[in-house]
């Protein structure tokens, strides 16, 4: 198109499209993905579709008492990275009993065994929602110190 008459007269219209063409393009690894995609779909559904009402209820509270000035941003900010930053969510994995938290190094090395042993993937869902569910009560007492309740 750029190539017609019209076309021609844009070298604006041209450069806009060339830079948004290479712009959209991610460098994405399939191989990557599916090392990890099982571990990532049950800790998504332990952490934030199971416990999802708790969750809600938690950013609720946080979303009021900021917006009705009764905590500053920088509160606001740190109780947000408490509730959603999953380097801060500590778990007890249950096939070895130690505490972890979930990095893309550990899904990776729990991912086939999350998806081909039933008895582990129910351990560690309870795990991560007892975690979760842990986290998202902290988070409201911590608030409930800041404001005052």
Same mark, same amino acid.
Do not use: C
């Given at each position: 198109?750029?190539? !017609?008459?019209?076309?021609?007269?844009?070298?604006?219209?041209?450069?806009?499209?060339?830079? !948004? $063409? %290479?712009?959209?393009?991610?460098?994405?690894?399939?191989?990557?993905?599916?090392? *990890?995609?099982?571990? =990532?779909?049950?800790?998504? *559904?332990? !952490?934030?579709?199971?416990?999802?009402?708790?969750?809600?209820?938690?950013?609720?509270?946080?979303?009021?008492?900021? &917006?009705?000035?009764?905590?500053?941003?920088?509160?606001?900010?740190?109780? =947000?990275?408490?509730? !959603?930053?999953? &380097?801060?969510?500590?778990? $007890?994995?249950?096939?070895?009993?130690?505490?972890? =938290?979930?990095?893309?190094? *550990?899904?990776?090395?729990?991912?086939?065994? $999350?998806?081909?042993?039933?008895?582990?993937?129910? %351990? &560690?869902?309870? %795990?991560?929602?007892?975690?979760?569910?842990?986290?998202?009560?902290? =988070?409201?007492?911590?608030?409930?110190?800041? $404001?005052?309740?």
């Amino acid at each position: 198109m750029f190539d !017609t008459p019209e076309g021609k007269k844009r070298s604006d219209l041209k450069a806009s499209y060339e830079d !948004t $063409v %290479a712009s959209l393009s991610i460098n994405f690894s399939d191989n990557l993905a599916l090392s *990890y995609e099982q571990a =990532v779909m049950w800790f998504y *559904y332990s !952490t934030i579709t199971k416990p999802h009402s708790q969750l809600q209820e938690t950013w609720g509270k946080l979303a009021k008492a900021r &917006l009705s000035g009764k905590i500053s941003q920088k509160d606001f900010s740190a109780l =947000v990275d408490e509730l !959603t930053n999953p &380097l801060k969510l500590k778990f $007890v994995d249950p096939a070895d009993g130690v505490e972890k =938290v979930f990095t893309q190094e *550990y899904a990776q090395s729990i991912s086939q065994r $999350v998806f081909s042993d039933l008895d582990y993937r129910k %351990a &560690l869902i309870n %795990a991560w929602s007892n975690a979760a569910l842990s986290r998202y009560s902290n =988070v409201a007492s911590e608030l409930e110190k800041i $404001v005052g309740k």
